[in-house]
């Protein structure tokens, strides 16, 4: 029998995945439910070499594979790939340079294999605002400076999404209008510590460059409390696809986090359940009676070593010293450009 296209395209997704899906949805996590639609890793690797050659047919099918336990009511798998046949070539074709400036060959390979990576949950329409798509785009794409093009356009078209859905739902009549010199620029500044933490940043996959991100914000708003980067890996970042092992260890071997050090800050995170179970595991008499503070300070003093050694073992990590004023501006910078993701992707990405 001859091989198709398509056969092939199927074989080449699969083996990406690596037998890490689910039984019955192979490109789909084992770990969540089919019809939430997650996939089982992260596959913007794949779809980047892909995206690089203009493949229609490689967006769709990863399309159709991570939506096809929950595709939607009453259409045949042939209605259901044609829609998704031509979703993938808006994707590839959107005219993204239409109100984003600053983006080279990279940038616009990494943002179109973004907006696949959000078509699988999210339509490109005003209604996007309301989730946290634009946290995901703004963590993986921080790393390129980009800025808005017609802003007021945009911003134009946001106000009258926001009054129109606002005369019938009071959830939108409690937005305020903008106005484009109130958007924040998509660039991140260009404070040396801010762009040594983003160099590091750049050549991570796109997943695990959210879970990255994740992390940092986490860590540097609080910064003595350590916590594992398993723990640290948002479902706004997973629901994009994500091997968080895999991501763990490619965020730790670029240095912007450490094996942490600080024993209080990770007992900090401890329940008085978890100590208690440790000090019963390692053989230390401690009294239901006693209160966290208590049973920590008896942790530390009798089982330090064992702890630390714990600590290790679980992955837990903190900042980089080096890093730790990088991490503060990008917290600040991702909260801030989250305004003008959502108006770009609602009504600046061009797809149909």
Not at 21 to 44: I, K, M, N, W
Not at 207 to 235: F, M
């Amino acid at each position: 029998m001859t091989t198709t296209l398509s056969t092939t395209l199927i074989a080449d997704l699969l083996a990406f995945a690596a037998g890490q899906g689910h039984p019955d949805y192979p490109c789909l996590s084992r770990t969540h439910a089919p019809s939430s639609c997650v996939p089982c890793v992260d596959f913007s690797p794949w779809l980047r070499e892909w995206v690089r050659r203009g493949d229609v047919d490689a967006v769709s099918e990863y399309l159709f594979r991570v939506r096809e336990a929950n595709p939607g009511l009453g259409e045949s798998p042939e209605t259901l790939r044609g829609h998704y046949c031509r979703l993938a070539g808006s994707l590839l074709n959107a005219p993204l340079d239409r109100h984003l400036g600053g983006l080279n060959e990279e940038a616009c390979l990494d943002l179109k294999v973004t907006l696949i990576l959000l078509a699988v949950h999210e339509g490109f329409s005003g209604f996007v605002m309301t989730g946290e798509a634009a946290d995901f785009a703004a963590s993986v794409m921080a790393p390129y400076p980009l800025m808005l093009r017609d802003a007021a356009t945009l911003v134009e078209a946001r106000n009258r999404f926001v009054q129109e859905m606002g005369q019938e739902m009071s959830y939108w009549a409690a937005w305020p209008l903008l106005a484009p010199g109130e958007l924040a620029s998509l660039a991140a500044c260009d404070d040396p510590a801010l762009q040594r933490l983003l160099a590091a940043l750049k050549p991570l996959p796109l997943g695990a460059r959210a879970h990255a991100v994740d992390a940092l914000r986490h860590l540097a708003a609080h910064p003595h409390v350590p916590r594992t980067l398993a723990s640290l890996s948002r479902y706004e970042t997973r629901k994009r696809g994500l091997d968080v092992a895999e991501s763990s260890r490619l965020v730790l071997a670029t240095g912007i986090v450490v094996p942490a050090t600080d024993l209080d800050g990770w007992l900090g995170t401890w329940t008085r359940r978890d100590l208690l179970g440790f000090l019963a595991q390692a053989g230390v008499g401690a009294r239901n009676s006693w209160g966290k503070e208590r049973l920590a300070a008896v942790a530390k003093t009798e089982c330090a070593e064992l702890l630390h050694a714990r600590m290790a073992e679980a992955g837990v990590v903190e900042l980089a010293v080096e890093h730790a004023e990088g991490a503060e501006l990008l917290r600040r910078y991702i909260e801030g450009v989250r305004v003008p993701w959502r108006i770009w992707l609602a009504f600046g990405t061009g797809v149909g």
